[in-house]
């Protein structure tokens, strides 16, 4: 079993930046395929960023890309998402997913298991 524990968000300016990070224990996340999604109220929960067990591959959601920015640390069992240029649309939930096929997903139900989420908040 794997907990994910994400951490880093808070209120930020229309412009500004915060780095996510996803702490894992219970096992290590260096097989696993990670994600980030994000839920806003009254939306579906949507993905945005995915990377592969060895960080060789990433993809984005359209919205997100050339803006935020996956990564892991086998060693430290931690996957990060360094958001910059954020807009008052970013606002949300964001959740740190694990997957255990190594095929990267956009589908929260691809995913085995996740962390309770952190609140990002940017103000216009």
């Known amino acids: 079993q794997v907990q994910l524990v994400e951490s880093g968000g808070g209120l930020v300016q229309a412009g500004g930046s915060l780095r996510l990070s996803c702490a894992a224990s219970?096992?290590?996340?260096?097989?696993?395929?990670m994600g980030w999604f994000r839920q806003a109220p009254g939306k579906e929960r949507e993905f945005v960023a995915a990377?592969?067990?060895?960080?060789?591959?990433?993809t984005y959601a359209d919205s997100v890309k050339g803006r935020f920015t996956i990564s892991r640390d086998n060693a430290k069992n931690a996957v990060y998402l360094q958001m910059n240029s954020l807009k008052p649309e970013d606002t949300a939930v964001y959740y740190c997913?694990?997957?255990?096929?190594?095929?990267?997903?956009?589908?929260?139900?691809?995913?085995?298991?996740w962390g309770q989420g952190t609140q990002v908040t940017v103000s216009s």
């Open positions: 219970g096992r290590t996340l260096s097989t696993y395929t």
């Open positions: 997913a694990g997957r255990r096929e190594s095929s990267l997903s956009g589908r929260p139900l691809a995913y085995d298991y």
């Open positions: 990377i592969s067990w060895s960080g060789g591959t990433r």
